[in-house]
């Protein structure tokens, strides 16, 4: 099903496809399924299918707004609370990133060392902002990023990273 609708310069586009996660079949089997064992789908509730709805006003010679709240952004947020507290010694400097004004005038293309080193190694940073730039080093472990045992010594692995990337 395929339907456009358009009142003046708002379009509602909604269309329904098969369930990729199940292949239309309302039964998902993943790695941990075995043995003739499935499991409902949770992308689609069992149905084969998803709706979606895409709702937009169409405009012409759209401007980005401005944010007057934001000083620094990230590229990427790998699950944690980021913010300023003195008390933990937490500033801005923290997190990576760059500033919002240094965001804008990049047109949003981040510069080397802008990561969240403090807290992510580089496999897990760029397993979610540039898969083809993720480090597959065989000392690198399966599992949850933090509990490789060379999280701990993380600064090595970015420098190893930097001296790959030059």
């Given at each position: 099903m395929f339907k456009h609708t358009q009142k003046g310069n708002k379009h509602i586009i909604e269309y329904t496809v098969k369930c990729g996660a199940c292949d239309g079949t309302g039964i998902y089997v993943g790695f941990a399924e075995k043995d003739g064992i499935g499991v409902v789908c949770h992308r689609c509730d069992g149905k084969g299918e998803i709706k979606n709805k895409y709702e937009f006003v169409a405009t012409e010679n759209f401007k980005r707004k401005d944010r007057e709240d934001i000083k620094l952004v990230l590229q990427y947020n790998p699950g944690m609370i980021v913010g300023v507290d003195s008390e933990k010694g937490l500033d801005y400097d923290s997190w990576g990133g760059m500033s919002y004004e240094e965001w804008k005038k990049s047109k949003g293309k981040f510069p080397p060392k802008s990561e969240m080193r403090k807290y992510s190694c580089p496999a897990w940073w760029y397993q979610n902002t540039d898969y083809d730039k993720k480090p597959h080093w065989d000392k690198c472990s399966f599992g949850?990023?933090?509990?490789?045992?060379?999280?701990?010594?993380?600064?090595?692995?970015?420098?190893?990273?930097?001296?790959?990337?030059?």
């Amino acid at each position: 099903m395929f339907k456009h609708t358009q009142k003046g310069n708002k379009h509602i586009i909604e269309y329904t496809v098969k369930c990729g996660a199940c292949d239309g079949t309302g039964i998902y089997v993943g790695f941990a399924e075995k043995d003739g064992i499935g499991v409902v789908c949770h992308r689609c509730d069992g149905k084969g299918e998803i709706k979606n709805k895409y709702e937009f006003v169409a405009t012409e010679n759209f401007k980005r707004k401005d944010r007057e709240d934001i000083k620094l952004v990230l590229q990427y947020n790998p699950g944690m609370i980021v913010g300023v507290d003195s008390e933990k010694g937490l500033d801005y400097d923290s997190w990576g990133g760059m500033s919002y004004e240094e965001w804008k005038k990049s047109k949003g293309k981040f510069p080397p060392k802008s990561e969240m080193r403090k807290y992510s190694c580089p496999a897990w940073w760029y397993q979610n902002t540039d898969y083809d730039k993720k480090p597959h080093w065989d000392k690198c472990s399966f599992g949850s990023f933090s509990d490789c045992k060379h999280f701990k010594n993380k600064e090595e692995c970015w420098k190893q990273w930097d001296e790959e990337q030059k």
